[in-house]
């Protein structure tokens, strides 16, 4: 990007450094997002593929236009490609603003023509991917399918419910303010406080040892802001700060305002809850926007543009400026804004009251300490200390930051300084500011060796063991952690918690309305085949196992069939039912249920083979029957055939599959072959080739063009 628009190699660097080591990116690193941070990655480059087309160089542009569409959708992080036509939209538009008062319309429409070609050509090769993923978005909380709200009542979605998305994420108003000062509201709720914090000397003081407190300190969150938690703050640089409104104030390019509108909506768009007003609009109203949660994500957008018009900003006032008083006047009036920004935030440091708006802690140090109210209001005063001195440390770093930056440009304006030793010294100190700040989020203590994370978080328990002998693998429920956040279970067993945040919509249903109540619903459990529990024992701390003797088993023949109108009378009829005997169905699917099953006391059906994508069962009855089968019930790519002849897949029980199975001796085979990735492959293959052929013209006529000149 920064070759793109002509700057000097080290102001690239610069660039390149605050955009990759910005705050958000060491977060998303240490809790695990890898793709959204590699989608991220693509970004400048396609935004830099883009600019090339409209600069006229036309195949430059369209091959790599192709080439990063590709890699970035090839990511599969959709929420950052969505983003990304947020900030290549509002190029074009600035682009297109120009053309038109140029009357430039034949480049106008070449330039169009080829993004939006080039840009469909990306798509061509992911087509496997996109095709797979729209078809099971369908069926999730993020899809368009049929939900239950929160009485119980069939609902259509279009999309994720509004509470849900904004819940996490939704950044505050003054929050914003950590773009410049990252500790203005803590931190993390992690906790970031050690030895030396106003909280573990208090613990200290109390009597508890040094190592004790400084856990304890560990352990309790900095952060107080209005998010339910959070992993880290936004900080994109002091010094990119001050760079970005030096380039707002001194520029004369109309780049600074497209770049100043996009960042604009994106701030506002990442507010989320806070700023209902216009985003409960955008949310009901934008396209595919309410497939996405965590508004906040959206500040990536600045991430990547402040950085951009900041080394456009240096590079025009190192290198090009002419008038030296007007690259000054720039420069105390680009002073004058920041030190404006900075007395609001004294303001704020001196006005908080450093209490969150759901602060439990003190009530979680009323209990721990025995109720004794007056020891809990120390220690909490002590963290409302720490996290006020966080804010001040922070508030005073970034204003020797700015300082010594604005320092360094004066000198190089009045020539005390050499430009390149003013250009390397800021490049250091951006550096040191973005370094500091992330390793507070990714340092050396996150790093874990890979045989060390086996074998502490992955060797199989005693209890695992147990359960692994079982060779039926029925469904464990491991109620000693949250069941439906964890995932570690589901490493050894067929868990029937689990955490996906695209949950097909009937599971999240089960869980809503039937698991998650109290006591739960063990009819469901039942027929979701839950064998085993993993308890918490009260009386020795660690975990037990019980077997839940009632559990159906992989398949089973039921005696009679209830029909009810739609989901949510299924639903309601669950509450009490019996799922050995009776399968639950809506009256749209009667039409695949030629007859009613026939008690026969001596009738099988057992599975003899699951190879995820392929499981076989084989019945034996001498009458007519109806299996529930204790698999999830999906209708996009399951097929189901019986002696090979296909059948329908009946929806039972709200969530779980069944077959009508005639009398006899039968194999029943259900296959997961979707229609969405054999008819898209194709197509994949097809498109790849394009985007080659580009890059090899791209670079002949590149030589070509260069050889003319030599000559």
Known sequence: MSQVIGAKPWIGILGGIAYAYATYDPVIIAV??????QAMGYMPALLGALWLIYKKEYWWGAALTALFSFLLIAMNHLQVTYYFLFVGGGMTIGFIIQWIKQKDYKHLGISLALALSMGALGVGPNIVTLATTSDYAKATMRGGSVKLDSTGQAKKSKGLDID??????????AETYT???PGIYGGSTNGELDKNSN????????????????????????????????????????????????????????????????????????????????NSFLFNNLPLYNKFRAPSIILIL??????????????????????????????????????????????????????????????????????????????YNALKEDRRSLFGSDL??????IAAAAGLLWLAIKDKLKTAYVLIAIVALSSIDLFTIGKRYLSDRNFQDAEVVNENQFAPTPIDQEILKDTTRPRVLNLTVDPYTDAFTAYHHRSVGGYHPAKLSIYNDLISFQLNKQPMNMSVLNMLNTKYFIVPNQQTGQPGLQVNPQALGHAWFVKGIRYENDAAAVMKAMNQFSPADTAIVENSAKKDIPFEPVADSTASIVQVLNDNDLV???????SNQFAVFSEIFYDRGWTATIDGKE????KVNYALRGLAIPAGNHEIVFEFKPASYYNSAKIAVITSAPIWILLILASFFSFRRKREEKA
Request: charged share 15%; hydrophobic share 50%; proline share 4%.
């Open 32 to 37: 695990g997002h890898d793709t959204k941070m």
């Open 164 to 173: 849900y998305a904004f819940y996490y994420g939704s950044y505050g108003i």
């Open 179 to 181: 773009f410049l000062v």
């Open 199 to 278: 909280l573990a000397k208090k613990a200290i003081e109390k009597g508890i040892p040094e190592d004790q407190a400084a856990q304890f300190a560990g352990s309790m969150p900095t952060y107080w802001g209005p998010q339910p938690m959070t992993s880290g703050p936004v900080y994109l640089g002091a010094i990119i700060c001050f760079l970005f409104i030096l380039g707002l104030v001194y520029l004369k390019t109309w780049h600074r305002w497209w770049i100043l509108a996009v960042c604009i909506i994106a701030v506002i768009m990442s507010w989320g809850s806070n700023f209902m007003a216009l």
């Open 302 to 379: 600045p991430q990547l543009l402040f950085p951009l018009l900041a080394i456009m900003a240096l590079q025009q006032f190192l290198f090009e400026e002419k008038n030296k008083a007007t690259a000054l006047a720039a420069l105390k009036k680009s002073v004058y804004v920041t030190g404006g920004l900075l007395l609001g935030a004294v303001l704020l440091y001196l006005t908080f009251d450093y209490i969150g708006k759901d602060d439990q802690i003190k009530n979680y140090l009323t209990q721990s300490l025995g109720g004794n109210q007056e020891e809990a209001n120390a220690f």
């Open 396 to 401: 005073i770093r970034s204003i020797l930051f």
């Open 616 to 622: 076989r069962y084989r019945s034996n009855s001498s």
């Open 647 to 650: 059948a329908p897949i009946v």
